[in-house]
């Protein structure tokens, strides 16, 4: 399929891979072993560029368009056997990294973005509760006014990153019964008085992605901590979910065309009832498919890039993009095992890891059913003015 790539974002793609395949792979063992993220591949991705990917130079960014920033991250998935990384990474650069770029103002920038974007600092974001899951309009987590600052109390949990990060993005209310006004963003540093990271939570797979709860007690913020303004916690989240249902499985795409190559040639390979196995119908068609939902995957990322690229809001194509992407993720990883027979299910090959990393993408950043809800409120929206144009 003809994609329009320029011989940039090619040379992009390439590099990419080849980063991934020179320096994040050969320690994958020892990360699936202790599940850290060690600092020093950390300031490489940062030296590499992958948190300003589309920052300007002036925050230290690479300054790339959007379609050539989700191109690169594809070749870092095409090239990167360790999904938990890309989710590590990934969650740093779009939802911590990114949305304190667009909101902070000159001093939270010079204070916090540069340790991010050079790799220095780990950054993660803590919107989830326990009672609080894809019901996110209000926080039980407060952080009421305190003098000309907050004081933050409560617990968030499913925290990727937490157990190493510098700093998190924390989403609290500010004004308890306040609706779509009643939440803020803040900006709070590992370090601060009563910030209490929790032991690593034990999950199915992405096992390099360590993830905890993160309790804050009476954690006591400055201004300058708020990041936009009091009140627009909500609006700043839903502009920071719309990059990260864009972007985060941009990655997922290159782990797919990987898969796929894999998954191609072992069916050439392997030879049943004397032939090779890709010349079984049933099989060909599988990889047939696996083919269309990596086409329609890129597809989607590709058409959010090209939104944005434009300048134009695209949060219902995110979630376009996450449920697409999500669901070709799942369906690519378990064919790919499936058409590896035993040898797929034996943990010595990628694939039945792959394929638990895989999961969890049907859950983070939004369940499917809520980008199905998200897209679903779009079209009620539409409809309801086109009713409105026709019965004036
Ligand atoms: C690997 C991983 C990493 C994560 N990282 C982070 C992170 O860094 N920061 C963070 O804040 N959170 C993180 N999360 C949490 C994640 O955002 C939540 O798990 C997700 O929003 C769903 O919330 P929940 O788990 O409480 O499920 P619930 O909201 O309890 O949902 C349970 C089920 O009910 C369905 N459901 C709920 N409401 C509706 C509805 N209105 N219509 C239809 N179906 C509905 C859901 O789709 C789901 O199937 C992570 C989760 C995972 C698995």
Redesign the pocket.
């Known amino acids: 399929m003809a994609h329009g790539w320029s011989e940039e974002q090619e040379r992009g793609f390439a590099a990419a891979a080849e980063f991934a395949r020179v320096e994040i792979n050969p320690t994958l063992g020892a990360r699936l072993e202790n599940g850290t993220l060690p600092r020093e591949l950390w300031r490489r991705c940062g030296e590499f560029g992958w948190f300003g990917q589309i920052l300007p130079a002036e925050a230290g960014g690479v300054g790339n368009d959007v379609l050539t920033a989700v191109r690169a991250w594809q070749g870092l998935g095409y090239g990167c056997l360790d999904a938990g990384m890309l989710m590590a990474l990934g ?1 740093h650069a779009w939802c911590v990294t990114l949305p304190i770029f667009r909101f902070g103002n000159p001093q939270q920038r010079t204070r916090f973005l540069g340790p991010l974007v050079r790799g220095e600092a780990i950054g ?5 509760e326990s009672e609080h ?3 996110a309009r209000e926080f039980t987590t407060r952080a009421p006014a305190r003098g000309a600052g907050f004081v933050l109390h409560g617990t ?1 949990t ?3 990153n937490a157990p190493a990060a510098d700093l998190f993005l924390v989403f609290a209310t500010t004004r308890p019964g306040g609706g779509y006004f009643g939440a803020s963003a803040f900006v709070v540093e590992r370090g601060s008085a009563g910030v209490r990271v929790g032991p690593p939570l034990a ?1 199915m797979g ?1 096992k390099t992605s360590p ?1 905890a709860e993160v309790a804050f007690d009476e954690v006591a913020l400055g201004p300058e901590h708020c990041l936009g303004e009091p009140g627009a916690g909500q609006a700043l989240m839903r502009a920071a979910l719309e990059w990260e249902r864009g972007c985060l499985l941009a990655p997922a795409v290159g782990v797919m065309e990987r898969l796929l190559a894999a998954t191609a040639s072992h069916c050439v390979a392997r030879r049943q009832f004397g032939r090779p196995i890709i010349e079984f119908e049933a099989v060909g068609h599988q990889l047939a498919e696996m083919k269309l939902r990596l086409e329609r995957a890129r597809l989607f990322l590709e058409d959010f890039a090209r939104r944005k690229d434009a300048g134009a809001k695209a949060d219902v194509e995110a979630a376009m993009a996450k449920l697409e992407i999500s669901k070709s993720w799942n369906q690519c990883a378990a064919t790919a095992l499936h058409l590896h027979g035993a040898y797929g299910y034996c943990a010595d090959l990628e694939f039945e890891r792959t394929w638990r990393d895989a999961v ?1 993408s049907r ?5 499917s ?2 980008q199905r ?1 998200a897209i679903a409120e779009s079209l009620l929206a539409e409809g309801r003015v086109r009713a409105s144009r026709a019965h004036p």
């Not at 993660?124 to 989830?128: F, K």
């Not at 859950?363 to 369940?367: H, K």
Request: aromatic residues 8%.
């Open positions: 969650t993660a974001i803590a919107i989830s899951g894809s019901d968030k499913f925290v990727t999950k992405l993830m969890a859950i983070y950043s939004g369940t059913e809520m809800n």
